[in-house]
C-alpha cells in the first residue's frame, strides 16, 4: 500500500500562484509514477501532469503547461506541482495519485492507472 498525504491549497487570486505538495509513504519503491489530476465541481476528474517516478518523464495537459511545473524529491518521497498564473478556470479540488502500473499510457495519465489517491486538496482562484 501507498499513502498519499496532500497539502497546500487554498484561495488566490487570478494571476496568484501556489504549491501543492504530495508526501507518499508505504511501499514507495513500487511506485511507478506520480500524478496531479483535479475534478471541478459538475465535471470529470481531469489529469494535469504526470511525472515518472525515475526517469523525470513529464506529462501536461495542454491548459496548465508553461503555467504549472511538476517536481519530485525521491529522498523524501515528494512530489510538488508549482502553479502560476493561476485562472478562475483552474478552481477544482486537486488530486495527487500514484501509479505502480507500468503500461505507456500511464505516463499520460490513464486514471485506471493509478491505485492511490490522496484525499485532494481545494484551489480556488477569484476573479
Known sequence: ?????????????????????????????????MGWFRQAPGKERDVVVVISWSGGITYYRDSVKGRF?????????????????LKPEDTAVYYCAASSDRRWNCLRGEPNCYKYWGQGTQVTVSS
Open 1 to 33: 500500500q501507498v499513502q498519499l498525504v496532500e497539502s497546500g491549497g487554498g484561495l488566490v487570486q487570478d494571476g496568484d500562484s501556489l504549491r501543492l505538495s504530495c508526501a507518499a509513504s508505504g511501499r514507495t519503491f513500487s511506485i511507478y509514477a
Open 69 to 85: 511545473t511538476i517536481s519530485r524529491d525521491n529522498a523524501n518521497n515528494t512530489v510538488y506541482l508549482q502553479m502560476n498564473s
